[in-house]
């Protein structure tokens, strides 16, 4: 006897920029921002034996800022350092999130190997 039909669309756009800059031949560093003032449009129809409802809503994004610095150890050897940063809504939760990465590259001929950590800070 009863049915539901539920019907929903989403669409968002997203801003955001970044920088690098090169201190000189060893030292690079960057910084990069993104989704500011990022919203989610959606829109829902519900169709049931009571009718059909619509609704629409607005769903914020939370913000990223990144900080990279790296150094060129040798020719073929970098190491790099990064700060992560997400905070913000997200549906109905507040987050802010951070993360810490270091990671290394190193180059031989043709191959590259790379190592890394990271470290994640969840303070809820």
């Given at each position: 006897?009863?049915?539901?039909?539920?019907?929903?669309?989403?669409?968002?756009?997203?801003?955001?920029?970044?920088?690098?800059?090169?201190?000189?031949?060893?030292?690079?560093?960057?910084?990069?921002?993104?989704?500011?003032?990022?919203?989610?449009?959606?829109?829902?129809?519900?169709?049931?034996?009571?009718?059909t409802?619509?609704?629409?809503?607005?769903?914020?994004?939370?913000r990223?800022?990144?900080?990279?610095?790296?150094?060129?150890?040798?020719?073929?050897?970098?190491?790099?350092?990064?700060?992560?940063?997400?905070?913000?809504?997200?549906?109905?939760s507040?987050?802010?999130?951070?993360?810490?990465?270091?990671?290394?590259?190193?180059?031989?001929?043709?191959?590259?190997?790379?190592?890394?950590?990271?470290?994640?800070?969840?303070?809820?």
């Amino acid at each position: 006897n009863g049915y539901t039909v539920d019907s929903t669309g989403a669409k968002a756009y997203g801003f955001g920029f970044g920088a690098r800059y090169k201190f000189d031949y060893d030292w690079t560093g960057g910084v990069q921002i993104s989704d500011v003032n990022t919203k989610l449009d959606v829109t829902e129809s519900i169709t049931d034996n009571l009718g059909t409802r619509n609704r629409q809503f607005k769903s914020a994004f939370p913000r990223r800022v990144t900080v990279e610095i790296a150094k060129r150890i040798s020719s073929n050897w970098i190491a790099a350092v990064q700060h992560d940063k997400f905070q913000g809504a997200y549906g109905g939760s507040m987050l802010d999130i951070q993360m810490i990465r270091a990671g290394t590259e190193y180059q031989s001929g043709a191959w590259r190997y790379r190592a890394g950590a990271l470290i994640v800070q969840d303070p809820q």
